[in-house]
């Protein structure tokens, strides 16, 4: 039996892992691909907007650029040199012009890179300052116009200038940018707390200062965007995402780094509710493959019960006819001699009356010893006639049954246990009990187990009560007895198969499960009614029918 | 004077020999046959009233020689003895044309009533045969 839980505990166990596998694989698959899958789009949709920012923030730039190198060239088209050779026409020009605040300073130099007229906040520092040693100013010379890259020049400030000389080269009108302003053109476009926008040179120095204090120095990968890089790309390098597009003539390098977790906010969002429906829903199967496997194999188990018990009761009615035809095997190879013992007597006493009862002078002792032996043999022909209805009824099917009549031969076969054991049999039979079509030796069966039981219960110095009565409809059988009664612990469990009070090895258990079933193949009931300390009363019903067979 | 004739079949020999003794005392002729083929060449040497037969018989079974007998002398009248075991054989006999049937043990009285009312039954059936011949006899001519 221990085995047998065992085996049940570990199906459970496996049934509940089985369902619970089954039920969550697809829901594992589907939330996986959907986290992918939305982690996919959440990148896209950054790649997105960092190639429009930086799209923007080029054109932004480039007009910005291209701005202050029109308003110098306006100067220069619209004014002669010996006009802006005047410090004070030039301070009136820088007023018009620096109203947007994108320039510092304006400053003319002449082809030889001497200063002419400064305006702006530095002229300690610039006045009689030579410049043709500085690398933008020759870049000026040779091209026209110039936007240098960031250097401190004479003033030990960083700063970058954009320069054009007039188309016939007799001058050069420069201007310092604001760097604030230029600066402050690239904070729009950062992107995320950890984003950072700067621009670098064909040199790898940064132009603007980077958005997050901590950077220094380019990257390996900033270094190779420098290096390959043509027109604007974005790439995903681990966590970062770099967009880059070229300005100024190709000579600058705007770099837009996004740190892509900072942008995952709704993705991450997704991830959590989905761990959480994963979570959810795990437990959830878990609780339903434990529930579903136990209830299964509980019913596995019962059913494991009660093709037991059905095997039992099998082997049982074939252990019963097995005794059936052995009873009437022995008691037809008894009858037999019975009948000749009977027969010899009954010859001695029809011709002892011939004899001379002068001669025999014991004859009433011969006449008594007859009679004492006709009616020994009558009484073990009687057991032997018992044991051949007994036999017979174990495989009678339907007959007329006078209930009284197998009550009291049931009793016959108890009637010794009792009195052994000092138990009075208290019968109340109605005489007027009417008959039913039913099996004998199966309503005898029961009511041999209950009154066994009712025996058993008793123990010593107790009392049986059977009563029977009928009702229009059925016969009813009540088997009383005044024992222990039962406790409800064991009323619960008292119909089970197996199910014993009995000591091991004395009680199959099988008992009352095999009565149940039987009165109710015969269409009947079997109830019971229990006090503790008064007794026990078992209540069969047997429905009255009368066959039209019956003859 | 026996009153009539009796043939009693039983395997069993103490039985055959206690009826017989019994039946002859009650002024019955009686002879005895341990099984159904002896039984046959008996009936058909002699002419007997009525045959006892038991239904149990090892070789021929009571049955079968109850045919038997009835083929031989259909005017025979046959009493089966049965068991407790083999009632049904002695109801099953009866329709073979057996006159009535016993359940063994059976006391005398019943038996003798039994005995008395086959030889009756025979003796009103020779009756009318002998009534019938001699009705006959009369009928014709000449």
């Known amino acids: 039996m221990a085995d047998k839980q065992k085996h049940y505990t570990h199906l459970t166990k496996l049934m509940a892992a089985g369902f619970f596998i089954c039920g969550i694989i697809p829901i594992l698959i589907i939330a996986t691909s959907s986290i992918y899958n939305s982690k996919q789009v959440a990148l896209k949709d950054i790649e997105i907007t960092a190639g429009q920012v930086a799209q923007h923030r080029q054109d932004v730039i480039h007009k910005f650029l291209e701005h202050q190198i029109d308003l110098l060239s306006t100067l220069i088209s619209l004014y002669p040199l010996d006009y802006l050779n005047n410090q004070d026409n030039l301070n009136h020009l820088f007023l018009a012009i620096s109203k947007s605040g994108g320039m510092v300073d304006l400053q003319l130099i002449d082809t030889n890179g001497q200063q002419l007229a400064y305006v702006g906040p530095y002229r300690d520092q610039v006045t009689g300052k030579n410049y043709k040693e500085q690398a933008w100013f020759s870049e000026v010379l040779v091209r026209g116009t110039h936007v240098s890259d960031v250097f401190s020049g004479y003033r030990k400030i960083p700063h970058f200038v954009v320069a054009l000389t007039d188309p016939l080269k007799r001058y050069v009108l420069r201007t310092t940018i604001n760097s604030s302003v230029f600066n402050s053109l690239l904070h729009s476009a950062q992107i995320g707390p950890h984003g950072d926008v700067f621009i670098v040179n064909k040199e790898g120095e940064l132009q603007t200062p980077s958005l997050q204090s901590n950077m220094t120095a380019l990257g390996e990968h900033e270094k190779q965007l420098i290096r390959h890089h043509s027109s604007p790309e974005i790439t995903l390098e681990g966590d970062t995402l770099y967009t880059a597009a070229w300005l100024n003539n190709d000579t600058w390098l705007l770099i837009l780094k996004i740190q892509t977790p900072d942008m995952l906010g709704a993705y991450r969002q997704h991830l959590n509710r989905t761990l959480m429906i994963i979570v959810i829903t795990a437990s959830l199967f878990f609780v339903i493959a434990v529930f579903l496997s136990r209830f299964i194999v509980a019913h596995v188990a019962k059913a494991d019960r009660e093709s037991a018990a059905l095997d039992q009761q099998m082997a049982h009615i074939e252990k019963m006819a097995n005794i059936g035809r052995l009873a009437a095997g022995v008691a037809h190879e008894i009858n037999n001699p019975l009948q000749m013992i009977l027969a010899q007597a009954g010859w001695i006493e029809e011709l002892l009356p011939e004899e001379d009862p002068a001669t025999l002078k014991n004859l009433d002792e011969y006449n008594e010893t007859i009679k004492k032996i006709k009616h020994h043999v009558e009484r073990a022909a009687t057991i032997t006639h018992r044991l051949l209805g007994f036999a017979r009824k174990i495989s009678a099917e339907q007959e007329s049954v006078q209930v009284n009549e197998v009550v009291e031969e049931t009793l016959s076969f108890l009637e010794k246990e009792a009195k052994h054991n000092n138990i009075e049999i208290d019968l109340h039979l109605n005489p007027q009990l009417p008959t039913t079509m039913t099996e004998g030796h199966r309503l005898q069966q029961i009511l041999l187990n209950l009154i066994d039981n009712a025996l058993d219960a008793v123990g010593h110095d107790g009392k049986v009560t059977i009563t029977t009565s009928n009702t229009p409809t059925d016969i009813v059988i009540e088997v009383a007895d005044n024992g222990p009664g039962i406790p409800p612990e064991v009323m619960k469990k008292i119909w089970d198969p197996f199910f014993t009070t009995k000591e091991q090895g004395k009680g199959t258990g099988l008992g009352l499960s095999i009565s149940q079933n039987i009165i109710r193949t015969l269409g009947g009931s079997i109830e019971l009614q229990s006090k503790e300390g008064e007794g026990t009363v078992f209540t069969v019903k047997v429905p009255i029918t009368q066959s039209t067979q019956n003859q | ?142």
């Open chain 2, 1 to 142: 004077m026996a009153r009539y004739d009796v043939l009693v079949v039983d395997d069993e020999k103490d039985f055959r020999d206690i009826i017989v003794k019994k039946l002859e005392k009650r002024d019955l002729k009686c002879d005895s046959a341990p099984d159904g083929a002896t039984a046959l060449e008996m009936v058909k040497a002699k002419k007997y009233d009525v045959v006892l037969l038991d239904v149990k018989m090892p070789g021929m079974d009571g049955i079968e020689a109850l045919r038997e007998i009835k083929k031989i002398e259909p005017m025979v009248e046959v009493v089966m003895l049965t068991g407790h075991a083999s009632v049904e054989s002695g109801i099953n006999g009866i329709k073979y044309g057996a006159f009535d049937y016993l359940m063994k043990p059976m006391d005398m009285d019943p038996l003798m009533e039994k005995l008395d009312a086959a030889y009756e039954r025979k003796r009103i059936q020779q009756d009318k045969i002998e009534m019938a011949q001699i009705k006959k006899d009369m009928a014709l001519p000449g």
